[in-house]
């Protein structure tokens, strides 16, 4: 069973970073970062395979945003630079270990979810 638990998130001002972590037991192919907010569905933001390592990410943080993992591959990271205000949201790491294929950064392509981290950044 796939456990993830994430940390990092805070408050910062606009033009900041944060670097959120999120901790993973148990096997799992593709890993991802979404983010939700009261007003707005849950959204991909960045999206990584495990196993090769390739990368995806939502047009709104391309540039700003890196998504890593640790060569263990039992954390994955979200570098955030050059925050903006709309970046504002509750952060949630995901992960993927079976079930269809509904792209990288779609909500039902993933089968465990963290608990959250919020990020809030001020003008």
């Known amino acids: 069973q796939v456990q993830l638990v994430e940390s990092g998130g805070g408050s910062v001002q606009a033009g900041g970073s944060l670097r959120l972590s999120c901790a993973a037991t148990?096997?799992?192919?593709?890993m991802a970062w979404f983010r939700q907010t009261p007003a707005k569905e849950r959204e991909g933001v960045a999206s990584l395979s495990t196993d090769d390592g390739t990368t995806d990410y939502a047009d709104s943080v391309k540039g700003r945003f890196t998504i890593s993992q640790d060569n263990a591959k039992r954390s994955l990271y979200l570098q955030m630079n050059s925050l903006k205000p709309e970046d504002t949201a509750m952060y949630y790491c995901?992960?993927?270990?079976?079930?269809?294929?509904?792209?990288?950064?779609?909500?039902?392509?993933?089968?465990?979810w963290g608990q959250g981290t919020q990020v809030t950044v001020s003008s």
């Open positions: 995901a992960a993927r270990y079976l079930g269809a294929w509904y792209g990288p950064l779609a909500t039902l392509t993933y089968n465990a």
């Open positions: 148990g096997r799992n192919t593709r």
